[in-house]
C-alpha cells in the first residue's frame, strides 16, 4: 500500500508545480519566449525514448536511479507548465496534447480515490518513476529493487559500464522473503558459473547464512 500512496503523491506535487508557473508568467522569459517549454518537452521526450531504445537494445542505462527519470520529468513538467501558459492560443491538436499531460496528474489522483483497480493500471508511468531501494551496493555489483505492482518482490543485478553508464545483468523474481531481507546485510557477492547462457547466478553471504540468486534476462 506505500507504493500507492507513493504514487498518489507525485500527481499532488506536480500540480503544485503548476501554481508557481501561473505567479511567474509576468517574467519575461516565460511571456516572450513560451516555445522554451515546448523545445523543453520534446527535448525531454526525445531523449527518454532514446535511453528506452538503448536499454531494449542493450540492457544499458545511465548509471543510478535519476538520470534515467529526469528527462521524462522534465518533458512532462514542461508539457504541462506550457499548456497552462499558452491555452489560449493553441490549436485544437496542441489543447489534446499538451492538455493530456496536464490533466493526467489530477485524473491519477481521482483515480486512487475512486477505483483501485482502475489506479494501478493509469499509474504505471508514475510508478516507473519512483525511487527503488539498493539493499546492496559495491564498486563491481549493485542489487536494486525492481518495481512491481504486482506480484512477489523484484530485485535486479546491474553492474557498471565505463563511467556514466550501467548494465542490467537480469532480474530475479524468484527471492523469497526471508533472503530478500537478509541483503540488507550482505558482506560479499559472488558471481557464480550458470548452465543457462541467458542467467547470472550469484552467491550472496552474510554473517549468518549464504545463498544462491539466478537473474534472468
Known amino acids: 500500500m506505500s507504493e500507492f500512496f507513493g504514487a498518489y503523491l507525485i500527481p499532488v506535487c506536480l500540480l503544485g508545480f503548476y501554481a508557481p508557473v501561473l505567479a ?3 517574467y519575461w522569459p516565460a511571456q516572450q519566449k513560451p516555445q522554451l517549454l515546448k523545445w523543453i518537452h520534446l527535448g525531454g521526450w526525445g531523449f527518454s525514448l532514446l535511453l528506452v531504445v538503448v536499454f531494449v537494445t542493450w540492457r544499458v542505462s545511465l548509471r543510478g536511479q535519476w ?3 529526469l ?5 512532462w513538467l514542461a508539457a504541462g507548465s ?3 501558459l499558452r491555452r489560449k492560443q493553441m490549436n485544437w491538436a496542441s489543447k489534446l496534447y499538451f492538455g493530456s499531460w496536464f490533466i493526467y496528474p489530477g485524473f491519477l489522483a481521482a ?3 475512486l477505483d483501485r483497480i482502475l489506479f494501478v493500471t493509469a499509474s504505471i508511468p508514475v ?3 519512483m525511487p527503488q531501494t539498493e539493499p546492496y551496493h559495491s564498486s563491481n555489483y549493485t542489487i536494486r529493487s525492481a ?3 504486482i506480484g512477489p518482490p523484484q530485485i535486479t543485478l546491474l553492474t557498471p559500464l565505463a563511467s556514466v553508464l550501467e548494465r542490467q545483468q537480469g532480474t530475479s523474481v524468484n527471492v523469497d522473503g526471508r533472503q530478500y531481507g537478509a541483503l540488507d546485510s550482505t558482506l560479499t557477492l559472488r558471481v557464480v558459473s550458470s548452465a543457462q547462457d541467458d542467467t547470472t547466478a550469484v552467491i550472496v553471504s552474510t554473517a549468518s547464512r549464504q545463498f544462491q540468486i ?3 534476462r
Open 82 to 84: 506550457y499548456f497552462l
Open 214 to 216: 539466478q537473474f534472468t
Open 111 to 113: 483515480t486512487f480515490l
Open 67 to 69: 538520470p534515467d527519470v
Open 24 to 26: 511567474i508568467r509576468r
Open 127 to 129: 510508478f516507473l518513476l
Open 71 to 75: 528527462p521524462f520529468t522534465l518533458a
Open 147 to 149: 518495481n512491481s505492482l
